[in-house]
């Protein structure tokens, strides 16, 4: 699943690409878009701004008109020049939308709506996110509130909750925990508000990090908002490092499925141990 920064740049890029521009084109392939299209069409319409918010991605047009898609795994947003060659086929195009100098293609996209401002603000699924990690007035007391609501769940699995906390993804839950020092199935309860409050912090740092290092301005052509790719797997401590030493101290980095969805989380087992014996400092090797 994309991580909220991720989605952050994708929704950068397609408002550098898109913003201030009137939509020439916007094709709809899944049956309730092109009727929603059909009912009040998005062509002639301004495409005033593109936000991120968690992990959806909004295009908002004149009219108070929104176009909400989410990527989960599979989705992808492209930007090209037009007559430009894509570099995915054209069958797996769901959404498209075409200003005079640019046309950004969605494809693969498995959430796509169109929706008013009004409804979507009223009932739609971004009225329970969690903070948003990279919003500007994120709201740490109200994540840590969230998050003490969940105090049965496993930290690992909380992170990861949307509801709890907007914009952590599979690859940043193991980093955060790995940082912070924190086994990924001690259960919220076992950790004091500090804690908790630093690995809030972590997670926003690593965030932001990330947002900041890619470039900003809309390269000629930007296929850039691909899937895989989160961050340089260098940089990463844990995540996919399977069997490998730890950075930190050696010991082999250990696998672990957790939750529901059963997720795969990566961990050093010597650095984050399991707690069984309520709060208590973190091993502080990492910081
Ligand atoms: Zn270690």
Redesign the pocket.
Known sequence: MPEGDTIFRTARTLHLALAGKPVVRFEARTAGLASANDDDPVEGRRVERVDAVGKHCLVRFSGELVLRTHLRMSGAWHVYRPGERWQLSASRVRVLVAVPDFVAVGFDVPVAELVSEDRLARDGPLRHLGPDLLAADFDPDEALRRLRARSRWPLGEALLDQHALAGIGNVYRSEIL?IEGIHPETLVSELDDGTLRRVLATARRLLLANVSASRAGVPRSYAGVRRTTVVPSASLFVYGRRGEP??????A?ALRRLGRDARVVFF?????PERREGPSEAPS??R
């Open positions: 790995h730890c950075l930190g101290c050696g010991g980095i050093c087992p010597r650095c984050q090797s990492l």
